[in-house]
């Protein structure tokens, strides 16, 4: 059984690199490719930003620290590490750590439940608002990560310190995996699946199936909370997140996004919404809504 454990992340871990390095080669390819007028706004909107920099000062422009969650089974250094790097260089103080990991997996993060996790984020949040000064974050996630800043907004009593939330593919609603959840259930029931996940390392699993406890306290009433503005971000293509409408909260003062509204042809799944560029481009637009921009030269994301 230890082995299973550990084999786990480890083929994650290198399927997470191999998408990493491939997302960021994508990233500069298209990115040579861009009009120079791309790049140029680029530059003029680059200045003041930082990465994991607590004396980094929000500026008038971007006067959220943006804090990034990243997904199950990664770290803050991978999975939306480029995200982050972009928005940096765009000139925001950006903000990122590994929540959720257990001794046994140091290198993995997103294994403990939604709610443990969600005290973890929830002091970092406060620490990068004392650090820098600013009133309110901004929290972008990456699938589970996505889940924890919904959960963040609604379940942590910080709603007044929470500017935004963007939340790139989350399973808001629970996932059923392209329907493995619903098979594992019919075969072995949802107790024995919560015993397996708990015994491999992995709780975090039960809370996003269907029904599970973060599912059922998230929804239980309203999930968007007042003052806070909301994007939900997914591709029709998302393998993961299963049905994909189960990201989206059909609630006022929410804007729910398929990334093909925008980009037709882009085939992006699950864990290539963190790398892609036409995701990056609507990321920006829901932090900075004043000075949206449509997005001019559609990627071609990993469909994986």
């Known amino acids: 059984?230890?082995?299973?454990?550990?084999?786990?992340?480890?083929?994650?871990?290198?399927?997470?690199?191999?998408?990493?390095?491939?997302?960021?080669?994508?990233?500069?390819?298209?990115?040579?490719?861009?009009?120079?007028?791309?790049?140029?706004?680029?530059?003029?909107?680059?200045?003041?930003?930082?990465?994991?920099?607590?004396?980094?000062?929000?500026?008038?422009?971007?006067?959220?620290?943006?804090?990034?969650?990243?997904?199950?089974?990664?770290?803050?250094?991978?999975?939306?590490?480029?995200?982050?790097?972009?928005?940096?260089?765009r000139g925001y103080c950006t903000f990122a750590s590994t929540y959720g990991e257990y001794p046994e997996f140091p290198l993995v993060g997103g294994l403990k439940p939604v709610a443990e996790s969600n005290v973890e984020i929830k002091e970092y949040v406060e620490k990068v608002r004392g650090a820098t000064g600013a009133a309110k974050v901004a929290v972008v996630g990456h699938s589970e990560g996505g889940l924890q800043s919904l959960y963040l907004a609604k379940m942590q009593g910080i709603q007044p310190h929470i500017a935004r939330v963007v939340a790139i593919a989350p399973p808001t609603h629970g996932t059923d995996a392209a329907g493995l959840v619903k098979l594992g259930d019919k075969l072995l029931g949802r107790g024995t699946l919560d015993k397996i996940a708990a015994t491999l390392g992995f709780p975090v699993l039960s809370d996003e199936f269907p029904g599970g406890p973060a599912i059922k306290a998230l929804n239980d009433g309203p999930v968007a909370q007042p003052g806070i503005a909301y994007t939900i971000i997914t591709s029709r293509f998302d393998e993961i997140v299963t049905p994909t409408e189960t990201s989206f909260v059909r609630e006022p003062g929410v804007t729910n996004q398929y990334v093909q509204d925008f980009c037709p042809l882009d085939p992006v799944g699950h864990i290539g919404e963190a790398y892609d560029l036409n995701v990056w481009h609507l990321v920006r637009n829901a932090l900075d809504p004043k000075n949206a921009t449509r997005i001019k030269v559609c990627a071609v994301g990993s469909p994986g």
Not at 23 to 28: C, D, I, M, N
Request: net charge positive.
């Open 1 to 89: 059984m230890a082995r299973t454990a550990d084999s786990a992340p480890r083929t994650r871990r290198r399927t997470r690199s191999w998408l990493a390095r491939t997302g960021l080669a994508l990233t500069l390819a298209l990115g040579a490719a861009l009009p120079a007028s791309a790049a140029q706004d680029g530059a003029a909107a680059a200045g003041g930003g930082g990465i994991n920099d607590f004396s980094c000062k929000p500026s008038s422009a971007h006067p959220e620290p943006v804090v990034l969650l990243h997904g199950t089974f990664a770290t803050w250094y991978e999975d939306i590490n480029f995200l982050q790097a972009d928005l940096a260089a």
